[in-house]
């Protein structure tokens, strides 16, 4: 309790989760381990800023200790995106959904991406390259966004094109084109396969089964 008043003060958070040990049996050097490691989880997965000014140090503890705290922080990441935080997940699924499930853009202005379709919407892989400039007829809610990556860093100028920095998701795959392209995009058929494929063509193959292969595939639906 001493910690969380700590924090009352600030405004960047309305929300706290606890977790505890049902035998009670956590102390310091186990309380310290587990906040190093969950302080490196979030801050290697790059969804959320983590507004720590100290990184915390790892406690020494046993290697039956670290073992049950291994297990104890896979439960609270369990936990944590059971209740809706994505705070300590990967960007891209842990296993490619296909042998397909990679889509590219190569277009106009240097534009060049790669991405894939997951559970929480379309990824933009890091060091994939957007259009440098935008066209006059761009959606504005589009050039807002496109500014608000550029602000934050997830965007940056390489002269003729933008880079992304880090793996980004997004609403829908037309938006993930659009941001690549610079332009009005619909993301189902701009993003293609190695193969050539589109993305509405791939889905519609998903669907009725024609690839082969047993792992299924969920496409979110299309919407900007």
Excluded at 84 to 110: L, T
Excluded at 125 to 147: D, K, W, Y
């Amino acid at each position: 309790m001493k910690r969380l008043n700590q924090q009352l003060g600030k405004e960047f958070w309305e929300e706290a989760i606890v977790f505890i040990k049902k035998d009670e049996n956590l102390n310091k050097a186990h309380i310290k381990y587990l906040e190093n490691r969950l302080h490196d989880i979030a801050t290697s997965m790059g969804r959320y800023k983590i507004d720590n000014s100290v990184t915390p140090t790892q406690s020494q503890v046993s290697e039956s200790d670290k073992a049950e705290m291994e297990e104890f922080i896979e439960n609270v990441r369990m936990l944590v995106n059971t209740l809706g935080h994505k705070v300590f997940d990967e960007k891209r699924e842990q296993k490619p959904i296909r042998n397909h499930s990679v889509f590219f853009i190569k277009a106009a202005r240097a534009a060049d991406a790669r991405g894939e379709p997951t559970s929480e919407g379309f990824v933009v892989f890091s060091g994939s390259r957007a259009a440098a400039t935008t066209v006059n007829s761009l959606t504005p809610n589009f050039i807002s966004l496109r500014q608000k990556l550029i602000d934050e860093g997830i965007l940056v100028n390489r002269v003729d094109h933008l880079e992304f920095t880090e793996d980004k998701i997004f609403s829908s795959p037309s938006t993930a084109a659009v941001i690549v392209m610079g332009r009005n995009a619909n993301g189902l058929t701009e993003w293609k396969s190695s193969d050539g494929r589109t993305l509405r063509e791939f889905e519609s193959l998903a669907v009725t089964g024609q690839f082969s292969g047993t792992n299924e595939m969920t496409i979110e639906g299309e919407t900007l």
